[in-house]
């Protein structure tokens, strides 16, 4: 069981999201996997308040929550600063023009210690392309700003009907470390 | 899909039939307020030359989208029927979702792709399943095993009447020419949304 009341400090920052979702009755979780996120997939999954499954690629999802939205069900999708990157065409010719809410959690790949350089070339596509879309978004940080940042990031995109992303920094979750 | 006394339905023996003329057949089965999500192009525009109903929604963009936005429509509304309209060419840039309908095996989900084997309102240009691919062997290689082609009129209707009546989920591909739209949508986004929201009871 997750606490869906107010955090407390002691919580780690998937416990965190996921008490957020559950707050504003998000119930639907689509996701590529990735390393870093594997703790929040993991208690995703175990929760069965949540429809929980990984698509093939990003833009799959955003297609199922768009749908999903329509028919009054909350979602979010959770992938890694690449698969961010394969979006675009999906959030211009969809999500923005269809007014479409989409929750998107980024696990921040590229900086602060990264060991790939496709990877760090390509997170420095993200907020730019965010940008240009008048995308609201958010790079967290510190753990205890998830809670605020999150909660009321959820409750204004589905009040404005406009999407959120939120970059989970490695400062935030620990990252992904080289190992050689 | 055999019927007995009947060669098995496959790509290289089924009819060419016109696609306006079987959307309107799908199009007259729906009598449950049936959800249906039409591809971009031309099943879109044939689709709404078929009737616009408010359980209808168009795409404007987003090429391949069809099947994960029926799919998410049918997660939201497990008692409601949901159908995605999609050509040969977009189900090619999104094959990965047939393996998420298969994993997920949504009862209420049906999936009708119009193959003409070309990328028609491009030019033309031919698309895998004019030689090598087979959407019927995509769809059950991806765990959709009520798969089936529409040898055909007659057979898609029966097909058609089996994926609203039937535990889904559902593939019905046909065979199409290479006849254009009839039509094309409206294209305001938030008007299409907004009329597909209140067709599914949300607004």
Same mark, same amino acid.
């Not at chain 1, 780690?12 to 979702?21: C, D, E, F, K, Q």
């Not at chain 1, 696990?107 to 392309?129: D, H, I, Y």
């Not at chain 2, 023996?13 to 049936?34: P, Q």
């Given at each position: 069981? +997750?606490? @869906?009341?107010?955090?407390?400090? @002691? ?19 689509? *996701? ?18 949540? +429809? +929980?499954?990984?698509? @093939? ?26 698969? %961010? ?12 023009? *269809? ?15 990264? %060991? ?22 958010? +790079? ?25 992303? %939120? ?9 992904? @470390? %080289?190992?050689? | ?44 525009? =044939? ?104 040898? =055909? ?24 020419? =290479? ?25």
């Amino acid at each position: 069981m +997750t606490d @869906t009341k107010a955090p407390s400090q @002691t919580q780690a920052w998937h416990a965190i999201v996921i008490a957020a979702l559950k707050r504003n009755a998000v119930r639907l979780a689509t *996701y590529v996997p990735d390393r870093v996120l594997t703790p929040l997939i993991k208690g995703l999954h175990a929760d069965p308040d949540f +429809t +929980t499954f990984a698509t @093939t690629r990003e833009e799959e999802a955003v297609g199922i929550l768009a749908g999903a939205w329509m028919g009054g069900l909350r979602g979010a999708l959770l992938m890694q600063t690449s698969g %961010f990157a394969t979006l675009p065409n999906a959030l211009a010719s969809l999500a923005v023009p *269809y007014q479409i809410p989409l929750l998107m959690f980024v696990s921040e790949r590229g900086t602060l210690g990264e %060991f790939n350089w496709g990877q760090a070339l390509v997170c420095k596509t993200m907020r730019p392309v965010l940008d240009s879309l008048a995308m609201e978004h958010h +790079t967290i940080t510190r753990l205890d700003e998830l809670d605020f940042v999150v909660d009321r990031s959820i409750k204004q995109a589905f009040a404005t009907q406009a999407s959120v992303a %939120f970059i989970l920094s490695p400062l935030l979750t620990g990252g992904k @470390t %080289f190992s050689a | 899909m055999t019927r007995s006394g009947h060669a098995t339905p496959s790509h290289d023996n089924a009819k060419v039939m016109n696609r306006f003329d079987l959307t309107r057949r799908l199009v007259a089965k729906l009598k449950k307020d049936e959800a249906v999500i039409g591809g971009i192009g031309n099943t879109n525009f =044939d689709l709404w030359a078929a009737g616009q109903r408010p359980q209808n929604f168009y795409m404007l963009g987003s090429m391949g989208l069809a099947v994960p936005i029926a799919l998410g429509v049918a997660l939201a509304q497990p008692m409601r029927r949901v159908i995605a309209l999609e050509g040969d060419g977009s189900l090619l840039m999104q094959l990965g979702c047939l393996t998420t309908v298969g994993q997920l095996a949504p009862k209420n989900l049906s999936i009708v792709v119009m193959d003409n084997g070309i990328y028609q309102i491009t030019g033309g240009q031919a698309t895998a399943t004019a030689s090598v691919a087979d959407v019927v062997a995509l769809a059950r290689g991806s765990g959709i095993a009520k798969a089936g082609w529409a040898a =055909d009129e007659a057979e898609f209707e029966r097909l058609s009447d089996a994926a609203l009546a039937d535990d889904g989920p559902t593939l019905i591909a046909a065979r199409i020419d =290479d006849k254009p739209a009839t039509a094309t949508t409206d294209r305001d986004p938030i008007r299409i949304r907004e009329r597909f929201m209140q067709g599914l009871g949300v607004r």
